[in-house]
């Protein structure tokens, strides 16, 4: 830190504020490459999901047997494109501020949230005009897990982190929580998807899916898609060296949260 920065909160403040004015923090070299797969490989899976809905189960509408088509086109572009997205935000974005960051981190989860909701209410109005059983299978099992396990972790998280409410104590007691059950979200909607494509695979194809049917390979190299799609997505977060630096605001708030609580001054550490 600067010569003459080390003692007093005000003074401790005011430094900071020049330091990150003096230099913004460095994107890791590897980091915009991994990022830019990432998107690559989401949009293609979309894309993908696409062409296979339209080329082989007669293209997506909200009457009919196309209305089921809406599911799976939704819950790829929510639950798993929009919402590995909204993971990555603070990955991405390294210098803006931190209530910047999580405002679009909480509306790529809304945005998520309604397309994946549009999705279930899709497959489940379906079922109802055709009379088939709801909730049966492990790929239905699995999503609705997932679902309701991403709305509940939406709730918490804007509570914690975006309701003026809570204590700074308690969002860095809880951050670890959110991080990891974030993570486990999205690894279950991935999976979840892949049991679905097989579901839909053996439903329609039944033995045929084994001779290498032109629809099982363009839905066996989307399922590849979706995977590679997750474990980008995955390692980008998990790489310590990639995370967000802390902003000078942030470490103002930090020293003034520990000399509030701990009677310990800037200085003394």
Same mark, same amino acid.
């Given at each position: 830190?600067?010569?003459?920065?080390?003692?007093?909160?005000?003074?401790?403040?005011?430094?900071?504020?020049?330091?990150?004015?003096?230099?913004?923090?460095?994107?890791?070299?590897?980091?915009? =490459?991994?990022?830019?797969?990432?998107?690559?490989?989401?949009?293609?899976?979309?894309? +993908?999901?696409?062409?296979?809905?339209?080329?082989? /189960?007669?293209?997506?509408?909200?009457?009919?047997?196309?209305? *089921?088509?809406?599911?799976?086109?939704?819950?790829?572009?929510? &639950?798993?494109?929009?919402?590995?997205?909204?993971?990555? !935000?603070?990955?991405? *974005?390294?210098?803006?501020?931190?209530?910047?960051?999580?405002? &679009?981190?909480?509306?790529?989860?809304?945005?998520? *949230?309604?397309?994946?909701?549009?999705?279930?209410?899709?497959?489940?109005?379906?079922?109802?005009?055709?009379?088939?059983?709801?909730?049966?299978?492990?790929?239905?099992?699995?999503?609705?897990?997932?679902?309701?396990? #991403?709305?509940?972790?939406?709730?918490?998280?804007?509570?914690?982190? &975006?309701?003026?409410?809570?204590?700074?104590?308690? /969002?860095?007691?809880?951050?670890?929580?959110?991080?990891?059950?974030?993570? +486990?979200?999205?690894?279950?909607?991935?999976?979840?998807?892949?049991?679905?494509?097989?579901?839909?695979?053996? *439903?329609?194809?039944?033995?045929? #899916?084994?001779?290498?049917?032109?629809?099982?390979?363009?839905?066996?190299?989307?399922?590849?898609?979706?995977?590679?799609?997750? !474990?980008? !997505? &995955? =390692?980008?977060? +998990?790489?310590?060296?990639?995370?967000?630096?802390?902003?000078?605001?942030?470490?103002?708030?930090?020293?003034?949260?520990? +000399?509030?609580?701990?009677?310990?001054?800037?200085?003394?550490?």
């Amino acid at each position: 830190m600067t010569k003459g920065c080390d003692s007093g909160t005000a003074r401790l403040k005011s430094c900071l504020s020049m330091e990150s004015h003096a230099g913004l923090a460095a994107t890791p070299r590897a980091l915009p =490459y991994y990022v830019a797969f990432s998107q690559l490989l989401g949009l293609i899976a979309v894309a +993908t999901t696409g062409a296979w809905l339209g080329l082989y /189960r007669g293209g997506i509408a909200w009457q009919g047997v196309l209305q *089921f088509n809406v599911h799976p086109l939704c819950m790829v572009i929510g &639950l798993i494109f929009l919402q590995g997205d909204a993971l990555l !935000v603070y990955r991405v *974005f390294r210098n803006e501020t931190k209530r910047t960051t999580k405002v &679009l981190h909480g509306l790529l989860h809304v945005f998520a *949230f309604i397309i994946a909701l549009v999705g279930l209410v899709a497959v489940f109005d379906y079922h109802r005009k055709k009379g088939y059983a709801d909730l049966y299978s492990l790929h239905s099992w699995c999503g609705i897990l997932a679902f309701v396990l #991403y709305f509940v972790q939406w709730l918490v998280g804007f509570g914690f982190f &975006l309701f003026p409410g809570a204590s700074f104590s308690l /969002r860095s007691r809880y951050r670890p929580q959110h991080i990891f059950f974030g993570a +486990t979200i999205f690894l279950l909607a991935v999976g979840t998807a892949l049991l679905g494509l097989k579901e839909a695979l053996l *439903f329609k194809l039944g033995t045929k #899916y084994s001779t290498f049917e032109p629809e099982g390979i363009l839905a066996n190299t989307l399922g590849l898609l979706l995977a590679g799609f997750g !474990v980008t !997505v &995955l =390692y980008i977060l +998990t790489r310590a060296d990639w995370k967000r630096p802390p902003q000078a605001e942030e470490q103002a708030l930090s020293m003034d949260f520990k +000399t509030l609580t701990e009677g310990d001054s800037p200085s003394s550490q």
